[in-house]
């Protein structure tokens, strides 16, 4: 109900009164811009105060349990008083409102730029997934515990003392009901640490580095005391933690909540998936070894079957080559051409064997039983079997004559008989 100027892109509006700001959002959903925020930034020389306007008077009108915390922190939220801010609106979030309280007649600059790459959305979402997915490892990891240990220290002091001192409470419905005190208390601080983290780390560095240093290592000697996590329970339930925190870190990296949605509900599909996927993957394995084809055996041919393979496939491949000469597309002129003998080449397209009977004549005379080629062979074989292996050759030198001393005296012998 108010009279507030719209923001748009590239706005730059300059202003002494006070007065208020909306961005209306855009309310169609474009994939370009899942990690792009338009930047607000209000500039004066004196201070002034700047008060954020939610249309949601109510929190329980909240539509998820994010909207809820953020309007339960809201309401303790104090106006900041600077000379300077700024502020990130994601792109399909509600409608931002705020209203600009000068002290002092002196103008101010409102500047709004749109970032296409918000690189913090990016970092968060790559971080969630990766957390969800190297939970399990991550659970079991020292290194990481420590790590864990530190970071919760920093952000949330109350909640780490409330555990350190677990043991002195008798009952569990007392620590459960403080630790939602403790929660609620750290997520306020968190939100006015983020609020104003630039001024905190303009005007107060050296104590902002003194809190870091001192809390990180008293909490780093505490886990480092108490040791690992080495129960199963505590195991699991450090691991639901980080995956609880990893769908807070997606959900908080994209400006579109429906991809978000989409991504949770993809990751804990494809954690509930391994199982079935590691069954089916077995079973396949099954099959494939039920159905593989069994191993060649391959058999050897005798010299015999070896002949007669040689020539009958000599044959058809002679029967083959004259039925492509007799081919009416055969370049028949081209090849007598280059042929010595055509008459010899006529003669076997015609159907006359390829091998006249001189030349077979000729083969069996130097290749055949008998001939001089085979004669050669058997000479040089047992030649160089003697030369490597000469006590085997006077051995069976020995054997002989042995033999030829026996078999002397039997023709003698059958005569006297």
Not at 143 to 170: D, E, H, N, W
Not at 184 to 205: D, G, P, V
């Given at each position: 109900g108010r009279n507030c100027s719209l923001l748009q892109e590239m706005d730059v509006i300059e202003k002494q009164d006070e007065n208020c700001y909306c961005y209306v959002q855009n309310r169609t959903i474009h994939l370009q811009y899942l990690w792009s925020t338009l930047q607000v930034k209000v500039n004066s020389r004196e201070k002034f105060r700047f008060e954020p306007i939610s249309e949601k008077s109510n929190c329980r009108n909240s539509e998820t349990v994010f909207e809820f915390a953020a309007c339960a922190v809201q309401i303790l939220w104090k106006p900041e008083t600077c000379t300077e801010t700024s502020m990130s609106i994601k792109q399909y979030g509600e409608d931002v409102c705020f209203k600009i309280q000068p002290f002092k007649t002196?103008?101010?600059?409102?500047?709004?730029?749109?970032?296409?790459?918000?690189?913090?959305?990016?970092?968060?979402?790559?971080?969630?997934?990766?957390?969800?997915?190297?939970?399990?490892?991550?659970?079991?990891?020292?290194?990481?515990?420590?790590?864990?240990?530190?970071?919760?220290?920093?952000?949330?002091?109350?909640?780490?003392?409330?555990?350190?001192?677990?043991?002195?409470?008798?009952?569990?419905?007392?620590?459960?009901?403080?630790?939602?005190?403790?929660?609620?208390?750290?997520?306020?601080?968190?939100?006015?640490?983020?609020?104003?983290?630039?001024?905190?780390?303009?005007?107060?560095?050296?104590?902002?580095?003194?809190?870091?240093?001192?809390?990180?290592?008293?909490?780093?000697?505490?886990?480092?005391?108490h040791g690992p996590l080495t129960?199963?329970?505590?195991?699991?339930?450090?691991?639901?933690?980080?995956?609880?925190?990893?769908?807070?870190?997606?959900?908080?990296?994209?400006?579109?909540?429906?991809?978000?949605?989409?991504?949770?509900?993809?990751?804990?599909?494809?954690?509930?998936?391994?199982?079935?996927?590691?069954?089916?993957?077995?079973?396949?394995?099954?099959?494939?070894?039920?159905?593989?084809?069994?191993?060649?055996?391959?058999?050897?041919?005798?010299?015999?079957?070896?002949?007669?393979?040689?020539?009958?496939?000599?044959?058809?491949?002679?029967?083959?080559?004259?039925?492509?000469?007799?081919?009416?597309?055969?370049?028949s002129w081209i090849a007598v051409s280059k042929l010595r003998s055509p008459h010899r080449f006529a003669d076997f397209v015609l159907g006359f064997p390829h091998v006249s009977p001189a030349e077979t004549k000729a083969h069996e005379e130097e290749y055949g039983i008998g001939s001089s080629f085979l004669e050669e062979q058997l000479f040089e074989t047992r030649a160089w079997s003697e030369q490597n292996d000469p006590a085997s050759s006077i051995h069976e030198d020995e054997e002989n004559e042995d033999e030829t001393h026996k078999q002397i005296p039997f023709p003698y012998a059958t005569e006297l008989l």
């Open positions: 002196v103008p101010y600059t409102v500047r709004v730029k749109r970032e296409m790459l918000d690189g913090k959305l990016l970092f968060l979402f790559v971080a969630g997934i990766f957390l969800f997915h190297f939970a399990n490892s991550l659970s079991r990891s020292t290194k990481f515990f420590y790590l864990s240990g530190v970071i919760l220290g920093v952000l949330a002091l109350l909640v780490f003392v409330l555990l350190t001192l677990k043991r002195f409470i008798p009952r569990h419905s007392t620590f459960w009901i403080l630790m939602s005190g403790c929660w609620m208390a750290s997520l306020y601080f968190i939100y006015c640490f983020k609020e104003n983290m630039q001024w905190l780390w303009s005007e107060h560095r050296n104590y902002l580095l003194g809190y870091f240093l001192a809390v990180g290592i008293t909490s780093f000697a505490i886990c480092y005391q129960a199963e329970l505590s195991i699991t339930l450090f691991m639901w933690t980080l995956q609880l925190t990893a769908f807070v870190l997606i959900y908080c990296g994209v400006t579109i909540p429906q991809v978000a949605y989409a991504v949770i509900a993809v990751s804990l599909c494809s954690k509930g998936l391994c199982y079935p996927l590691g069954a089916a993957c077995h079973i396949a394995r099954k099959m494939k070894t039920y159905f593989k084809s069994k191993k060649l055996v391959f058999k050897y041919l005798t010299e015999e079957e070896y002949r007669e393979q040689g020539e009958n496939e000599t044959a058809r491949a002679l029967e083959d080559l004259r039925s492509f000469c007799r081919n009416p597309d055969f370049p």
